[in-house]
Each structure stands twice: as C-alpha cells, then as structure tokens.
C-alpha cells in the first residue's frame, strides 16, 4: 500500500462529498458537517494552513455538494432544507431553493445531483406528512424525484411511481443516454426513468 502524496486539515467537522470539477480537475469543492463547503485549489493548499478559494454557508449540516457538468453552477444540498445553486465566477451568486431534505427516521441523507448538462439538479422528494385522516394518497404526498431547473430556480417536475416505496436517496444518471435516471431507495429498490 503506497503512502498519500498530501493530506490536509480542511474543515472543522465531518466531510460529506468530494468532487473534483469536471472542467479543471485541479478545482475541488468539499461539504461538511460544518455547515459549510469549501472550493480549494489542490494545487495552492498548504498542510499547515489550507486556504479555500471560495466558502459558503448553510444553516446546517451540508449533506452534499457537486459541480455542474460545465463547471457553471455548484449545487448542494443541506439540512436547512435547503438546495443552493450557486454561480459566477467564484460562485458567489447565491440562490436557495426551499426543499425537504431532512430524512427523519430514515436510513439516509438526501443528495442532489446533476444530469447531462448544466439545466437541472435531481433530488429525492419525501412524501409530506398527511395532516388529516385520509385513507387514500394524493399525488403529492407520495414519494418520489424532484427536478429542479437553474433557470426558473424551483421545482419543475415531479418523478413518481407506485413501484417506489420509499424515497430515492441516491441517483445516478445513465452517462450516455440522456434522460435515464436511476434512484435507489432504503430498502434496496432500484427505479428507473427513461425518457419517452
């Protein structure tokens, strides 16, 4: 087993997500349990005292935290139920998007990811809490996948299906078919999305 070539101290608390900027690999975003996520440049990090080029703040725990296909946009997703689009050229321009993303009693932390280009982030919809007694399920109240748009900056779609018992806490995107989705849930179902 070979020894790491660096290892730096980078936040104050647990590191969630990792993820390397597609455009230029030298560019690194890390999320953290401190509520904040940091871009660095591996190339500038110093052991002693790493300085981010960039850090932006939630109000809680950031559970995730991943460049756009591009590079334009940095997407993360946090328990202030909250996902943040952010952009500009050191992401500085800030917008936070209202969403569930506390799991409760669930397995697992939600995470937003991007599909085949800079236009949408995906996330895992919990179903709403139904606030009265009622035999049936509506529509909204089941589980399902959000897709959010970076344009309009909100909800644009919802992905369902009775097939899915729970939510889908980890999605991946079909690398080469666009519109092929995949989210995995708790319990150990795989649903797939395929565009018509």
Known sequence: MRTPSSSWGLH????????????????????????????????????????????????????????????????????DNTIGLFGGENYEEKFLIPHNNLSGEYISTLRGIWGWDDSHVYIGKIQEKQKHKRKEKIDDEKHGLHIISTVDKKVVRTLQSDDMPTVPYRLAAHPYIVGTLAGATGKGKVCMWAQA
């Open 12 to 79: 104050g608390n647990t590191i969630n997500t990792i993820h390397c900027k597609p455009n230029d690999p030298n560019i690194i975003a890390t999320s953290s349990a401190d509520k904040t996520v940091s871009i660095w440049d591996v190339r500038s990090v110093s052991k002693d005292q790493p300085k981010s080029l960039t850090t932006i703040s939630h109000g809680g725990p950031i559970y995730s935290a991943y460049f756009s296909p591009f590079g334009t946009f940095l997407a993360t997703t946090s328990s």
